[in-house]
């Protein structure tokens, strides 16, 4: 597999040599990185002004030869770029857009707009192929996860995920894939670019280092914002760092935050700020089933 792809900076500023790990690690699988010089701009915290990340995406959606555009990273500001695109523009030249955390409201929003969107890893993650202190183990799951999100790019894929029922939840159940990170979704809630589930979504839900009162406030706001008012499901994928409660379980808390709604709660998804992010297409029906979610090509 040999797929061409562009590189863009919508949000925070990344060390330059972790994007040129980031760059290397895609060339090991076959990769051709189309990436600007210069790549970001540093403005404050982020990768350049509103400006310059908005016509570095415009510029990478003109490429003809690029095949997919790949978030080096997420952190914050992709949001602000929303009512600078030229919506027009990128669907002259429709391509994947590639990336998860921060990166979350655009899949979204690429996927209102008829374009096609793909939550999984960024291009500084892929800087651990090279990464000599983590172990095969570590270094085989990422280059599964990147290898699947490559297959997601070069054409309709089949994948599937392990997934447990939480409570009462169906056994069965089918919808088209949404969300992304909590915390990105719910700081959305009250503005024109709020998150609102699709029909019979099943909503995806991961977050990292967040203590659980904030999971459980983000989730909150989610559900009093009306966003999961369309939606079959809420199913979580994993909390990085996120610092417990007690003895209980971040499930049932979240489960009982979702009772206003009845919306059925899975949990165990492999997808997250953590060793396994596995990609899935957004829009993409899944099926769950037998202890898993599968998502046909």
């Known amino acids: 597999m040999s797929l061409a792809i562009s590189l863009i900076a919508p949000s ?8 040129a790990r980031g760059i290397r690690g895609l060339e090991s699988l076959g990769v ?6 210069p790549l970001q701009r540093p403005c404050r915290y982020l990768a350049g002004s509103r400006a310059w990340r908005l016509d570095q995406l415009h510029a990478a959606y003109d490429d003809p030869e690029t ?5 080096i990273r ?26 998860y955390s921060d990166v979350t409201v655009l899949l979204d929003h690429w996927h209102r707009h008829g374009l096609p969107a793909i939550h999984g890893q ?6 651990g192929l090279l990464d000599a202190s983590s172990d095969g183990e570590e270094r085989e799951a990422l280059r599964r996860q990147l290898r699947e999100t490559l ?3 070069d054409g309709p894929t089949a994948l599937d995920y392990p997934l447990s029922a939480w409570g009462g939840a169906p056994d069965t159940l089918a919808g088209p894939l949404a969300g992304g990170n909590l915390t990105t979704l719910a700081s959305l809630v009250g503005t024109p670019a709020a998150f609102h589930a699709p029909p019979g979504a099943l909503v995806i839900l991961e977050d990292v280092g967040e203590p659980w009162y904030r999971l459980e406030r983000a989730l909150w706001q989610l559900v009093q914002g009306g966003a999961l008012d369309r939606a079959a499901a809420v199913c979580l994928g994993t909390f990085e760092g996120c610092p417990p409660w007690g003895n209980e379980r971040l499930e049932a808390i ?13 949990h ?3 997808v997250g700020h953590g060793l396994h992010n596995r990609p899935w297409r957004y829009g993409a029906i899944g099926h769950i089933g037998q202890g898993r979610l599968v998502v046909a090509g």
């Open 12 to 19: 925070s500023i990344t060390d330059d040599a972790a994007v």
């Open 32 to 37: 051709r990185v189309h990436c600007p010089e």
């Open 67 to 71: 095949q997919a555009v790949w978030a």
């Open 74 to 99: 997420g952190g914050y500001g992709a949001a602000q770029l929303l009512d600078g695109i030229d919506w027009a523009r990128l669907s002259a030249n429709p391509k994947p857009l590639v990336g």
């Open 122 to 127: 960024v291009v500084k993650a892929a800087g």
């Open 151 to 153: 297959a997601l790019i």
């Open 254 to 266: 979240l489960a009982e935050t979702l009772a206003p709604l009845s919306l059925p709660l899975y």
């Open 268 to 270: 165990g998804l492999p």
